[in-house]
């Protein structure tokens, strides 16, 4: 059976040592290339030719464009409109990665942890800084809780302030496992389809069974990729919120 754990690893297709820093391209680099070629291209064609009775490349273009601002609007206020082409970014790089890690020898580069902690971080980053920047120190007045009494202050205070510095991690990891643990899980049935198929008769007939869930968990996959997109991009949005309502 064909190691399952092969399709994350990381290869250089160009290697480059800039002062002992690994700046190779990757087997990552490239699909990261191609989903943002892909996007770009894809968009861009969609919309080139505006009408009023829009063909089906339009469509899909104006319904995620649509779903994202609503997104926004839903979960942040009309003030966060000016995170749409952040979150549209990051939707677009989450769902990239997600859809085109389902092709045959691609490279699922949202399956890397080290990739999805970079995005989060990200909007860590943009919360803090626009936090501040909007509202100055008072931003910080975001870890009490309105009406917290006193004397609860030593315990709510630091629980607080956890909880905001987790968030990257917590955003990076849900990500990422989803989708390290759907491929694995492919991959594991895909290996004993072929594995029981050179059994002779008997094996090929036991060689349909695990093909079928295999066949399921695709479908499920696929619908996995587009949940997790929306989910990463829906908790970006609750986070960015605090820049512009502090205590909602």
């Not at 104006?62 to 997104?71: G, H, I």
């Not at 919360?127 to 009406?147: C, D, R, T």
Request: hydrophobic share 55%.
């Amino acid at each position: 059976m064909a190691d399952p754990i092969h399709q994350f690893i990381i290869q250089p297709i160009v290697p480059l040592h800039v002062g002992g820093i690994d700046l190779s391209f990757t087997n990552s680099s490239l699909w990261m290339a191609i989903g943002v070629v892909v996007a770009t291209t894809g968009l861009m064609l969609a919309t080139k030719q505006k009408s009023m009775v829009p063909g089906r490349g339009q469509v899909l273009a104006e319904m995620l464009y649509e779903f994202v601002a609503n997104m926004i609007r839903e979960n942040t206020g009309p003030g966060g409109k000016q995170y749409f082409p952040l979150i549209f970014t990051l939707f677009m790089t989450v769902l990239m990665g997600n859809l085109l890690g389902m092709i045959p020898f691609s490279f699922t580069y949202t399956s890397h942890l080290a990739v999805t902690a970079a995005l989060a971080l990200v909007v860590f980053f943009a919360v803090l800084i626009m936090g501040v920047a909007k509202n100055g120190l008072h931003f910080f007045s975001l870890f009490v809780p309105p009406g917290l009494p006193l004397w609860l202050f030593p315990i709510i205070v630091p629980i607080e302030i956890i909880s905001f510095l987790v968030r990257p991690l917590t955003l990076s990891v849900r990500l990422f496992a989803n989708m390290m643990a759907g491929h694995l899980m492919l991959k594991v049935f895909a290996g004993f389809s072929v594995t029981f198929l050179g059994l002779g008769i008997g094996g090929f007939i036991m060689g349909l069974f695990p093909m079928l869930f295999n066949t399921i968990l695709i479908a499920f996959e696929f619908l996995i990729a587009l949940l997790h997109a929306y989910v990463f991009t829906v908790l970006s949005c609750i986070y960015l919120k605090d820049t512009v309502d502090l205590h909602h």
